[in-house]
Structure formats: C-alpha cells, structure tokens
C-alpha cells in the first residue's frame, strides 16, 4: 500500500533535522561559547567589556569590594542571581537567605570556583560560564544541556 502525502512526511523529516542542528548549544558534542552567544538586552551582557579567564569563563565586576578577597579554601556568603542568555531567570536566592560556599571544595560548578576567585567581600561579580565549566552536555532542572550561564554575585562575606 502507498504511504499518503509521501514528499510531505520527507520534507517533514528534514525540517526537522535543519531545525535540530540550528538548536546551539543542545547537544552533548556541541558545547557553548559565551564569546559568540547572543544576551538579552535586560542582562546588560557585554563581553567585549568583560575580562576574559578562559574560553568558557568571562567576569565583570559591577561593584569592587573593600573588604577580604576570596580565595580557593575561604568560605563566602553569597547573593546570586542566574539566568540564561535570552534573559530567563533559573534561579535566585536574592530576598532569602545567603548561600554558603567554600572554593575549591567542589560545592558549586566550575565556572563559580574559578570566576570567584579575587572578589572581595562587599562586591559584585558577573559571570559568563560556558557549559564546560557549567553543567556541561547535562540539562539540569530548567538548564537546558549545553547553555551559557550568567550569575550576578554579591559577595557579603568572605572568611
């Protein structure tokens, strides 16, 4: 028997492949690079005016601490705010109670041990993480596998 609407099924079927190969950042060979990410306009993203770590990390201050800089083994007491690069908030403890981290100790994801590094208590940092020093070919919750983060981290402690 003849299977109806032949060329319509075939052209269905590499619609779909054209579309599952535009989805950056989506599969686990194909990880994320922040330099060539598009932001959304309300995260305030200029990587061109940001300090380049790695590759994948990119950090900004938006508020210079005076008090005790971080370093791997202290213990911060952070604010933070992420989001995707089209501008959707996954997460925030702004309004709740600070979180807890100690660099170096494997508590948070790559991108926070490296790009933490230096702040001093009373500031702010920005980040960019590419998904290798993020959650990598993982989704995880409402992280798409292979996504850009962007934190914005206030420092309150450092000890």
Not at 52 to 74: F, M, N, P, R
Request: charged share 10%.
């Amino acid at each position: 028997m003849r299977q109806p609407f032949p060329f319509a099924r075939r052209a269905a079927a590499i619609l779909l492949v054209v579309a599952a190969g535009c989805l950056k950042g989506t599969e686990p060979n194909n990880p994320s690079n922040p330099a060539t990410d598009t932001y959304a306009a309300s995260l305030g993203v200029n990587i061109s005016q940001m300090t380049k770590v790695s590759d994948d990390l990119y950090i900004q201050d938006l508020i210079v601490g005076t008090g005790t800089q971080a370093a791997t083994g202290k213990t911060l007491t952070v604010f933070y705010t992420g989001w995707l690069p089209n501008g959707t908030r996954f997460d925030t403890n702004v309004g709740g109670q600070a979180a807890s981290v100690t660099l170096g100790a494997g508590q948070v994801i790559s991108g926070w041990e490296l790009g933490l590094v230096g702040v001093k208590a009373g500031g702010k940092r920005r980040l960019v993480i590419g998904s290798t020093l993020g959650y990598g070919p993982v989704a995880n919750g409402p992280i798409p596998a292979n996504s850009t983060l962007v934190f914005d981290v206030q420092v309150v402690t450092v000890q």
